[in-house]
Structures are given as structure tokens and as C-alpha cells.
């Protein structure tokens, strides 16, 4: 987390809570995918989130003060709510948010969501939903944006690309059971690449076949 970039001083409360998340792996990864969600959302046209940063200071604070134990003694409660209360969430919020845009700069990966960035017109007729779509760097790098659009429209009507006859036959069956989905394309200059939905629908993966 950026602690040194920060405009305002941080006061040793909010420092304790930085160093607290740069050495407890769980929570920071919580509290990031929490910033993740949140920078999404507020790039949303129909979201009425004005300052990501102040959205997500809300939501930690709500969270932490969660983990507060109901038996616990008054003056326990009253030192902890008092201690909380001089944290800069705003703040934590904020180098929260840089490290997901750094993340994303870096990413070796592009993720991309079938709701904002990458757009895909689904046809009517689509058979089942995509969920995130997660285009592997290997796959960004060798198949045209446009070409991942027609796949991604083929796949999610049942046309399986080049898939073997017993593989179609268990794609058909996934979709009455829940399984996972599966296809084979091929670009325009003949490399192979899969498309994978996962099984609760959750994600669909654009992979090269060397990638699996």
C-alpha cells in the first residue's frame, strides 16, 4: 500500500492499520477485491458512486466494525470504537484503489467484463450466461478483439467450433446439469484458442491452447 503517498500524514492509527494489511495476506486480499468491485462499479454509467474512495472507506469501516465481538466488555467496545474512529479510512481507501490501478497497469492479463469494457451483443437466442469474461495474456496478445467477440457469441449459442462430436455431445449435456462449457476456434491465421464457461457461470475464460 502506498503509505508514503498519501497527501495527508497519516496519524499511527491509520499507519498501524496499513501495516496490519501489508502483513495479514487475507484481509488485504479482501479488502482489495472489495476496491475492485467498488472501481468497477463506479465506472458504470447507471451507478451513483460520485467517489470510489469514500465507497469504499464506508464499507470497510462497516466490515471492521463487524468483526467487533458482541460479548465483549463495554470498555472494550468504547477503546476499540474510539481507536477506529481516528482511522483515515478515506485514506487506506485511496491506496487501496492505487494498488488495484496498479494491478491493472501491470497486469499480465487483461480482465474484462462482458457489462463494461469488452461489450459483447449477445445473440437472442443465447443459451446460457457468461458471467466475468478473463482473456489470458496469451490469448489478448494473439486473438483480434473482434474475432473474441464473434467466439464468445458462437460459444454462448451452442456452436462449439471446432470441437470433437463427443465433446459437443457433452457440452449439450453440461447445459441441462450445470457443468462446465467448453469450445474450440480457430483465428484467422489458424491458431487454435478455447473458450471456457465455467460451471456455476460465474466466468468464461478466452485461452490460448498452450495456456491450459
Known sequence: M???????PWNDTTICVALWLERDSGSYESWHSMAEEVLKLS?????????PATELADRIRTSIRELIPKDA???????????LY???????????????????????????????SFVVALPAGARFP?????????????????????????????????????????????LED?????????????????VITEADRSVTTVLLSSEY
Open 2 to 8: 502506498r503509505t508514503q503517498q498519501h497527501t495527508t
Open 178 to 194: 450445470g457443468a462446465r462449457v467448453f469450445s474450440v476456434y480457430r483465428t484467422t491465421r489458424d491458431q487454435v484458442y478455447w
Open 43 to 51: 465506472r458504470l454509467p447507471h451507478e451513483q458512486i460520485e467517489d
Open 130 to 174: 457468461l458471467g466475468r469474461i478473463v482473456v489470458t495474456e496469451g490469448a489478448s496478445w494473439t486473438v483480434d478483439a473482434r474475432e473474441i467477440r464473434e467466439s464468445l457469441s458462437r460459444h454462448v449459442s451452442g456452436d462449439w467450433g471446432d470441437c470433437e462430436l463427443e465433446d459437443c455431445q457433452r457440452n449439450e449435456r453440461a
Open 73 to 83: 466488555a463495554d470498555v472494550i467496545v468504547s477503546i476499540t470504537h474510539m481507536a
Open 86 to 116: 481516528n482511522v483515515d479510512w478515506v485514506g487506506i481507501a485511496r491506496a487501496l484503489i492505487d494498488d488495484v490501478s496498479d494491478d491493472e497497469a501491470g497486469a499480465p492479463s487483461e480482465l474484462i467484463d462482458d457489462t463494461e
